[in-house]
């Protein structure tokens, strides 16, 4: 029982082609995240959304689009495909609650653009 | 304001030693201080965890330490095994208001070897 899952796990690519990762979470959760983790191992925010409110890493390029069909989902869809955008990829999911605040990341689709 | 500094950059510990990996923030307002663990191939998971009204947090081999007034924190992994090798990640946040003001702030992360 997968608690977030992503597809696909690797995606390889060519510029300037437009692709999307898929992400579902059965946590029954309410905050959904992306996360770009570079060569470097380094983890930074890309988005934040409830049902409330999509809160973006201002540093994210708006080719870079997530899109929630339901409260289980949140697809990222990225246009325009640039070499830079190379990465590990991670969906996470949360429940907004006063009692926790843990974060459970899929486990990540890794893109490469040729 | 929104930095978390991880160090080492990498760490190679003998089976049974003790591993400590260190960080330090700058936001007052950081109340919340998670360690996640990752795996090659594999997203991070949650190892332990510690807010501020405590000093120290203890789970098994795992501690963290916590320093406000420093507004540093740290793990201590106490005998060491090869299976705790992986990357450990520190990071800080609001405790959940909702919205960006509970998004983790990550540190770089630490590869910790660990040597049999």
């Known amino acids: 029982d997968t608690a977030v899952s992503q597809t696909p796990k690797y995606l390889v690519t060519q510029m300037g082609n437009d692709k999307s990762i898929k992400c579902e979470q059965n946590?029954?959760?309410?905050?959904m995240y992306w996360y770009k983790q570079d060569s470097k191992k380094f983890l930074k925010i890309m988005f934040s959304?409830?049902?409330?409110?999509?809160?973006i890493n201002e540093t994210v390029p708006n080719r870079f689009s997530p899109k929630s069909p339901d409260k289980a989902h949140l697809n990222l869809h990225i246009n325009s495909l640039e070499l830079g955008d190379s990465a590990v990829y991670f969906c996470?999911?949360?429940?907004?609650?006063?009692?926790?605040?843990?974060?459970?990341f899929g486990p990540g689709t890794r893109l490469t653009v040729l | 304001q929104q930095q978390v500094k991880q160090s080492p950059q990498s760490l190679i510990v003998q089976k049974g030693g003790i591993s400590i990996i260190n960080c330090a923030y700058e936001?007052?307002?950081?109340?919340?201080f998670p360690w996640y663990q990752q795996f090659p191939g594999k997203g991070p998971a949650l190892l332990i965890a510690?807010?501020?009204?405590?000093s120290e947090k203890k789970e098994g081999r795992f501690t963290i330490s916590f320093n406000k007034s420093a507004k540093q924190f740290s793990l201590h992994i106490m005998d060491s095994q090869p299976g705790d090798s992986a990357t450990y990640f520190c990071?800080?946040?609001?405790?959940?208001?909702?919205?960006?003001?509970?998004?983790?702030?990550f540190g770089k992360g630490t590869k910790l070897s660990v040597k049999p």
């Open positions: 510690i807010r501020p009204d405590v």
């Open positions: 996470a999911s949360s429940q907004e609650s006063l009692l926790h605040n843990e974060q459970f």
């Open positions: 990071a800080a946040s609001r405790w959940y208001y909702g919205g960006s003001q509970g998004n983790l702030i």
């Open positions: 959304y409830n049902n409330k409110e999509l809160i």
């Open positions: 936001n007052t307002a950081f109340d919340y």
């Open positions: 946590l029954g959760h309410d905050t």
